[in-house]
C-alpha cells in the first residue's frame, strides 16, 4: 500500500471524528428577519482536495484494477454522462445517484409569445442516492479561526 494511500485511509478515518469545519464570517443580511443587519453565519472550510489522479489510485486499491482502468472508465463514464444529457437523458449511476438535465424560464403572460430567448441556461442537477447523501448525517462540526 502505497504512503499516500495509506494518509487518505488515516485521514478519511479521523475525518469520522471531526469531519466538517467552519468558520464565522460576519456579513449583511439581504433578506429575510434580519435584513440590513449584520449577521454571523457558518462558511464551510475545505480540508482539502483529492485530485483525479488520487482518486483513481484510490479506487484501484479497493478493486481488481489498475489506476490506469480506473481512469480510463471514469474519463470515459464522463463523455457518455454527456453525451446522454445532451439527448435530454437522464443517467442513473448505480449506488452514486442520477444526473439529469434541467433549464429554468422566465415567467410570460398568457397571450404574449413565448420564444426560446426566455429560456435560461441549461444546467446538470444530481440527485445522490439515500446511503450516499446519508454519509454526511452523522457528521460533526469543529469550529476554526
Do not use: W
Amino acid at each position: 500500500m502505497s504512503d499516500f494511500y495509506q494518509a487518505l485511509k488515516e485521514d478519511y478515518f479521523r475525518q469520522f471524528l471531526i469531519m466538517l469545519k467552519y468558520r464565522l464570517v460576519t456579513k449583511k443580511a439581504m433578506l429575510g428577519k434580519h435584513k440590513d443587519q449584520d449577521v454571523q453565519q457558518a462558511q464551510m472550510v475545505i480540508s482539502g482536495n483529492v485530485s483525479f489522479d488520487k482518486l483513481c489510485e484510490a479506487l484501484s486499491h479497493g478493486s481488481t484494477v489498475g489506476k490506469a482502468d480506473v481512469k480510463a472508465v471514469l474519463s470515459q463514464m464522463s463523455e457518455k454522462i454527456a453525451e446522454f444529457l445532451d439527448l435530454g437523458m437522464s443517467v442513473d449511476c448505480g449506488e452514486l445517484g442520477i444526473f439529469r438535465p434541467s433549464f429554468s424560464s422566465e415567467q410570460v403572460p398568457v397571450g404574449e409569445k413565448f420564444t426560446a430567448e426566455h429560456l435560461r441556461k441549461p444546467k446538470i442537477v444530481f440527485t445522490p442516492r439515500k446511503d450516499f447523501k446519508d454519509c454526511l448525517k452523522n457528521a460533526q462540526f469543529e469550529k476554526i479561526n
